[in-house]
């Protein structure tokens, strides 16, 4: 069974630059999270999806991060206009079941440097 | 606020030894508890987990131990081997937030 894909793996920006990030979950998984990673800390949950519906994004940062799940499958995380402190790796992650403390298989991450 | 700790950033085994990496949390609220390994340039890959039902879990060479009394959970690898270096991620889940909160990390390294 593939993992789950994640682009680009590494992007270096300057401050004040828009950035996107994509996401293909594994086959089949209605439940979709972005965490995001800075140096030195465990994933922080951004936003999760329930097929294309949002379930919870408390913790992003809505008036710079934007995220979509068009049609329950590929989502893509934005940035616009990114700032020093986003430096981080941005990982994706699903789950085949809704809800609950279910596995979560992460992707590799796409590595983000804002300069 | 830091609601899951892991204290200790590294930690250094010899191969064959028990490797202990401990985690901390502070809401007695958190009812599911999972570890989670991450090797360079790869995501974290599910370990191990267990429920505030139970005080241990094992699996293999992994055995996760919950104190909820003292709010503290460990993961046990025995016997370790050089493939188990890596950072171990300690996540606390609870219905009532509906996510996952992980620690900072412990990084193992364990050499021959």
């Known amino acids: 069974e593939a993992g789950v894909a994640q682009s680009p793996r590494y992007k270096i920006i300057e401050k004040r630059q828009s950035v996107a990030f994509w996401c293909n979950p594994i086959?089949?998984?209605?439940?979709l999270y972005w965490y995001q990673q800075i140096l030195g800390q465990g994933p922080k949950l951004l936003i999760q999806f329930q097929n294309n519906g949002v379930v919870d994004d408390s913790q992003l940062p809505k008036d710079r991060f934007s995220a979509e799940r068009l049609k329950g499958v590929d989502s893509t995380l934005k940035i616009q206009p990114a700032k020093l402190e986003d430096s981080a790796v941005y990982l994706c992650a699903s789950s085949l079941v809704a809800g609950g403390p279910h596995e979560q298989f992460f992707g590799p991450g796409t590595r983000l440097t804002v300069l | 606020d830091q609601q899951v700790k892991q204290n200790s950033p590294s930690l250094s085994v010899q191969e064959g030894r028990i490797s202990i990496l401990n985690c901390d949390y502070t809401n007695s609220m958190f009812d599911y508890f999972l570890w989670y390994k991450k090797y360079p340039a790869e995501g974290p890959t599910f370990l191990i987990s267990i429920s505030s039902i139970k005080d241990k879990n094992e699996d293999g060479r992994f055995t996760v131990f919950l104190n909820k009394s003292a709010k503290h959970l460990s993961l046990h690898i025995v016997p370790s081997q050089p493939g188990d270096s890596a950072v171990y991620f300690c996540g606390v889940f609870s219905g009532g937030y509906n996510k996952l909160i992980f620690g900072a990390g412990t990084r193992l390294a364990v050499h021959p």
């Open positions: 086959s089949g998984h209605a439940t």
